[in-house]
């Protein structure tokens, strides 16, 4: 069964961090298209957070340069993203996802990510 397992989310306060873990069973984030993260706060749509194309070139939103790091473990087949100087609009449902083609667009379950003081 193909799944992405997502870890990590949770309660941070301003300026802390956090890291996310995207483990995939069942397909090789290795050979994906593109592997990220994406994040939805209540009432608004799925933004791009981060995304990571096969040959390892990485996209940020301008929202999160220089905060927030993608990386990709092909060994441990786990994508992992480091949240750094934390902000509370940055509070939001973190979904992984892995692209493998038009008809193979894989998303995790999502993990809350709260911040707060």
């Known amino acids: 069964q193909v799944r992405l397992l997502e870890s990590g989310g949770g309660l941070a306060q301003p300026g802390g961090s956090l890291r996310l873990s995207c483990a995939a069973v069942?397909?090789?984030?290795?050979?994906?298209?593109?592997v990220g993260w994406y994040r939805q706060a209540p009432g608004k749509q799925r933004d791009l957070v981060a995304t990571m194309a096969r040959d390892g070139s990485t996209d940020y939103a301008d929202s999160v340069k220089g905060r927030f790091t993608l990386s990709r473990d092909n060994a441990e087949n786990t994508v992992y993203l480091q949240m750094n100087n934390l902000q509370p609009e940055d509070t939001a449902v973190y979904y992984c996802?892995?692209?493998?083609?038009?008809?193979?667009?894989?998303w995790g379950q999502g993990t809350q990510v709260t911040v707060s003081s």
């Open positions: 996802n892995a692209n493998y083609g038009e008809e193979a667009d894989i």
């Open positions: 069942g397909v090789k984030v290795s050979v994906a298209l593109r």
